[in-house]
C-alpha cells in the first residue's frame, strides 16, 4: 500500500508538472500573433519548395545514373577463364612489340650517338691531314733555306777568296 500510496504522489507531482507545461505553451501561443506564424509557414514552405524542386532532383538523378551503371554492369557477359587468358596473350605479345621498339630505338639512338662521333672523327682526320700538309711545306721550306743559305756562304766565301786575290 505504502508504494501505491508513493506512485500515486508521484503521478499526481507529474501531472502538475505537466498541466503548468501546458499552461506556460498555451500563454506563449495565444501571446504570439498570426503574422509570426504566418512567416514560420511561409519560410517552411519556401524550405519545402526548394527541396521538391532543386535537391531532390538533383538526388533521383544520382540515384538513376548510379542504377543505370549498376545496369550496364550486370548486363556484361561475365568474362570466362579464357577470356582473361587471351586478353593476357594479347599483353604479353604487345609488351614484347613494345620491347623490340624499345631495342630498335635505342640500337638508331646508339647509331646516331656513332654518327655524331663519326663527324668529329672526320673532323680530325681533316685537321690531321691539314698538319701533315703543314708540316712537308715547312720541312721542304726549311730545306731551301739550308740550300739559299749554302749557295749564300759559297757566294761569300767565293768572295771572300775573290778579295783576298785582289788584295795580294
Same mark, same amino acid.
Do not use: Y
Given at each position: 500500500?505504502k508504494?501505491?500510496?508513493? !506512485?500515486?504522489?508521484?503521478a499526481? !507531482?507529474? &501531472?502538475i508538472?505537466?498541466?503548468? *507545461?501546458?499552461k %506556460?505553451?498555451q500563454?506563449?501561443n495565444? *501571446? +504570439?500573433?498570426?503574422e =509570426?506564424l504566418?512567416?514560420?509557414?511561409?519560410?517552411e *514552405?519556401k524550405?519545402n519548395?526548394?527541396?521538391? *524542386?532543386?535537391?531532390?532532383p538533383?538526388a533521383?538523378?544520382?540515384k %538513376?545514373k548510379?542504377i543505370d551503371? /549498376?545496369?550496364k554492369i550486370l548486363?556484361e557477359t561475365s568474362t570466362?577463364?579464357s577470356d582473361? %587468358?587471351? +586478353?593476357?596473350?594479347e /599483353?604479353?605479345? &604487345?609488351n614484347?612489340? /613494345?620491347?623490340k621498339l624499345?631495342? $630498335?630505338?635505342? +640500337? $638508331?639512338?646508339k647509331?646516331a650517338g656513332?654518327d $655524331? =662521333?663519326?663527324?668529329?672523327?672526320?673532323?680530325a682526320n /681533316?685537321?690531321?691531314?691539314?698538319?701533315?700538309g703543314?708540316?712537308?711545306?715547312i720541312?721542304s =721550306?726549311i730545306?731551301? &733555306?739550308?740550300q &739559299?743559305?749554302?749557295?749564300l756562304?759559297?757566294?761569300e766565301?767565293a768572295?771572300?777568296?775573290?778579295e783576298?786575290k785582289v788584295a795580294?
Amino acid at each position: 500500500m505504502k508504494e501505491q500510496n508513493e !506512485q500515486l504522489k508521484n503521478a499526481d !507531482q507529474k &501531472l502538475i508538472e505537466v498541466r503548468k *507545461t501546458l499552461k %506556460q505553451v498555451q500563454n506563449a501561443n495565444a *501571446t +504570439s500573433n498570426a503574422e =509570426l506564424l504566418w512567416q514560420r509557414m511561409e519560410e517552411e *514552405t519556401k524550405m519545402n519548395r526548394f527541396i521538391a *524542386t532543386e535537391n531532390l532532383p538533383k538526388a533521383i538523378n544520382d540515384k %538513376q545514373k548510379h542504377i543505370d551503371n /549498376i545496369t550496364k554492369i550486370l548486363n556484361e557477359t561475365s568474362t570466362s577463364e579464357s577470356d582473361l %587468358q587471351v +586478353s593476357e596473350m594479347e /599483353i604479353r605479345d &604487345l609488351n614484347e612489340a /613494345i620491347a623490340k621498339l624499345a631495342e $630498335k630505338k635505342l +640500337s $638508331k639512338n646508339k647509331n646516331a650517338g656513332d654518327d $655524331k =662521333l663519326a663527324l668529329f672523327r672526320q673532323q680530325a682526320n /681533316i685537321i690531321a691531314l691539314k698538319k701533315e700538309g703543314t708540316a712537308e711545306k715547312i720541312h721542304s =721550306l726549311i730545306e731551301e &733555306l739550308n740550300q &739559299l743559305n749554302e749557295e749564300l756562304e759559297k757566294k761569300e766565301g767565293a768572295k771572300g777568296e775573290s778579295e783576298t786575290k785582289v788584295a795580294i
